[in-house]
């Protein structure tokens, strides 16, 4: 007999593995849906949590009219030798006089100076006297407060005498952090350590203030100022060089601090015997206090 073979039925896949794959099909599909935004981009995973950071404060807003101020700093801000010999001269101060002549930063732009300004500067302050100095003027609690400070730093009777660039800045340092631990507001306006090379160069040109010299002020610039040899210009130059070192830490410090403004313009700032003291040939007289008044004003004024 022959042989007839059965048809070979086809084999049934089983429900669970056909349920597995419809499953595992519309999961995928779920998935890039749900990873999709409206518009068709991928929306990121973060997008939810970013949204709910705070935005970032914005830096604080210099004010070009503060309505008070203290004055820190040496001789210079309280206008030593301007008037008389070996004398304060507070009056006709860059910073806080009331000499019309001058029109101190304090006449240009506090409402009633006598009452809303402060100086507490001291003749042959240096930069280590700063803190204390801030801690009596924070009591005022002015919106601006004034720095001049650091030729004295420079100006020693040697060289080897002069404040080290590390210690002036540690010092500065720790003066603008005891300013702002009690007036987190108050705006500060620094400005730079003048050229004492120039001063020497514009000095030197009056025999009287030669002769003034050889008492004893800054020896370390001033000392025998006819003196052209290379070992004396090499002196000089150490000192400038450690001016403009003390300089760059106030620029840098003072960079740090979103109200504080410094201005090297004081250190730039071309001049000659005219703006010195009758009196000493060092110090301003009363035409350089009141450049450095219009100095001040313009870099306080300056809008950013």
């Known amino acids: ?13 089983r429900a669970g593995v056909l349920s597995s794959v419809t499953a595992a099909t519309a999961s995928a599909a779920l998935i890039a849906v749900s990873g999709c935004s409206s518009d068709g981009n991928s929306a990121s995973p973060h997008s939810s949590s970013s949204s709910k ?4 404060k914005p830096a604080p807003a210099w004010r070009t009219a ?15 030798d301007a008037c008389t010999v070996l004398s304060d001269c507070p009056q006709v101060s860059w910073a806080t006089g009331t000499d019309p002549k001058v029109d101190s930063l304090a006449r240009r732009l506090v409402g009633n100076p006598a009452t809303h ?5 001291r003749t042959g302050a240096l930069m ?18 004034t720095v001049l400070i650091g030729a004295n730093d420079a100006c020693r009777g040697e060289v080897r005498a002069m404040t080290p660039k590390a210690v002036f800045r540690a010092q500065f340092e720790t003066a603008v952090k005891k300013l702002r631990r009690s007036l987190p507001h ?13 001063l020497w160069s514009e000095g030197r040109k009056n025999p009287l203030g030669k002769q003034v010299w050889k008492l004893g002020i800054c020896g370390s610039m001033l000392r025998n100022p006819d003196d052209l040899t290379e070992k004396a210009a090499h002196r000089r130059e150490k000192v400038r060089k450690r001016v403009m070192a003390y300089n760059a830490a106030l620029k840098d410090v003072c960079g740090k601090d979103p109200l504080c403004r410094f201005d090297g313009a ?12 009758t009196w000493d040939w ?11 008044a219009a100095l001040a004003f313009r870099t306080i004024t300056r809008k950013e």
């Open 266 to 277: 004081v250190f730039d700032y071309r001049f000659t015997d005219r703006q010195l003291s």
């Open 282 to 292: 060092f110090h301003p007289g009363t035409r350089g206090q009141r450049e450095l």
């Open 117 to 121: 300004s402060w100086n507490y500067a």
């Open 1 to 13: 007999m022959t042989r007839i073979d059965r048809p070979v039925r086809p084999r049934r896949r």
């Open 53 to 56: 950071r705070p935005a970032a």
């Open 128 to 145: 280590a006297d700063l803190p204390d100095q801030v801690a009596e003027a924070v009591v005022r609690k002015p919106e601006l407060v």
């Open 66 to 80: 503060p309505a008070s101020l203290a004055a820190l700093g040496d001789s210079i801000t309280v206008g030593f």
């Open 186 to 198: 108050t705006q500060v306006y620094v400005a730079a350590v003048p050229d004492l090379l120039r």
